[in-house]
């Protein structure tokens, strides 16, 4: 199971909405398995089907977890029209079994987080919510 406060969620969902027809993308930092803050990214492909993290930003954002006492846990991106899925390109893209990949669907208004093991074998987490 992860845990993600409710105000996260709200940050997740409104950025979301803001990027529009676009995915939008970012990272999930924490600990262990409890999300502590939302660092939204470009998206490089400004693409509704599809993401580019700015390796830049990447580095960047890194640090700054870092530096405040946290890891990258996980990946987030949304799905403007489709079902908070992992697609066929999402796993092939997904190269770090140690984070957790959360889709979010606009079409569903749905989070879903997921994760994959180095054969790419696809489990769903459950997600709980804090106040």
């Not at 027809?21 to 990214?41: D, R, S, T, V, W």
Request: with cysteine.
């Amino acid at each position: 199971m992860i845990v993600i406060p409710k105000s996260i969620l709200r940050r997740i969902v409104e950025y979301s909405n803001d990027l529009l027809p676009q995915e939008a993308c970012g990272y999930l930092g924490g600990n262990g398995n409890l999300i502590k803050e939302f660092y939204p990214m470009k998206n490089l492909d400004k693409s509704g089907e599809h993401f580019t993290l700015d390796p830049e930003e990447q580095f960047t954002v890194m640090d700054k977890a870092h530096t405040g006492g946290l890891e990258i846990i996980a990946v987030f991106h949304s799905h403007p029209e489709s079902p908070a899925r992992m697609s066929k390109e999402d796993i092939r893209l997904a190269n770090d079994p140690e984070v957790f990949y959360f889709i979010y669907s606009i079409l569903n208004k749905e989070l879903r987080a997921f994760s994959l093991n180095g054969e790419k074998l696809l489990q769903e987490i459950p997600i709980r919510y804090l106040n």
